[in-house]
Structure formats: structure tokens, C-alpha cells
């Protein structure tokens, strides 16, 4: 996937790499000071995980052939099943059914949630080639960190894993804004 450099949706994507990350690390302090069911940690945890969908598409715009097609179809499972977390929360705080403690069709909420880590470790191979290879380790561990994080509920760790989010990803933001031309990373 190409996209122009300099344009408006070519600035809004890099923009996303930096905006996504913020909002689910709000979302995520707010988890952590509140508790994993709060109503306004959830409602960011949505826009964050919607914001993610754009991480994506700025992501495939740095990479092409099976990493880029692996890239899409995981990321989308992933952003999907990211925002269904956060509705789930809506609907936990609401006193309704936790669908990960529920059966049958709400199981589909566990593997597309897997997804979305999954898709942070693809955004490391995807960023191996454009930035420092601090990055694409910080991206790595991330990857590697969050579903302990929020598998566990482990708040302080949940926030730790976005602040290296949102360097990760400012990293590559900034390095998106200095380098006029796209170079695949596939």
C-alpha cells in the first residue's frame, strides 16, 4: 500500500501513531486508578482500540508482500477484537455479562483480543527496517508484555506496556514526518 507523503490522510496516519497509543495509555491509568470494569476508561479504550485501526493502515503503508498481507488480516482481527474488549468492559460496567466468562459465540472475543498483540509484533518486523533497532525491540517486548498485562489485569504493567507504545510508535511517527518517501520494510 503506497500513500502520498505530505498529504492530509498521509499526515492524519502519522498522527494516529502518536494520538492511538496516547489515548489506550490514558485509558489504561484509568484502569489501573479505578479498576478493570470503570465506564470512562472503557469508552477511551474503544477510541483507542478504533485509533489503532489507522496504526494499522500507516503500517501497511511501510511494508508490502506476505508481512504486509499477514499484517492486514491480523491487524484487522486485532482491532476488532480490541474493541470488542473495550465494549465488553462498557457492558461489565453496566452489570451485565462478562463475556470472558461467558460460553459458545462469545468465545470469539478471546482469539480476535489475541490478535491485537499479535499485530504490535508484526508492527516490530514492520519497523525493523525504518528506525533503531531499540525500537523494534521495544516494540517486541510490548508485543510480548501486553496480553500478560491485561490477561492478568496487571494494571501498573498494562500502563508500562503503553508508555513503551507511545515511544514506539513516536519513534516511528517522527521518523514518518523526516523521511519524505516510504521505503518497504517487507
Known sequence: MTSSPGSPGDRVLTASLIAAPVVYLVADSLYAARGWNDPTAAVLHVLGATAYALVLVRLLTLTDGALGAALLIVGALGVAGNVAYGFNTIHVSLGDTDLVDASGAANLIKPLGLCFPLTLLLAAFVVR?????????????ASIAWPVAHIANIAWLAVAVNVALVVAFATVAVTAFRTPARVAAA
Open 129 to 141: 527496517r525504518t528506525g533503531p533497532l531499540w525500537n523494534t525491540a521495544l516494540l517486541g517486548v
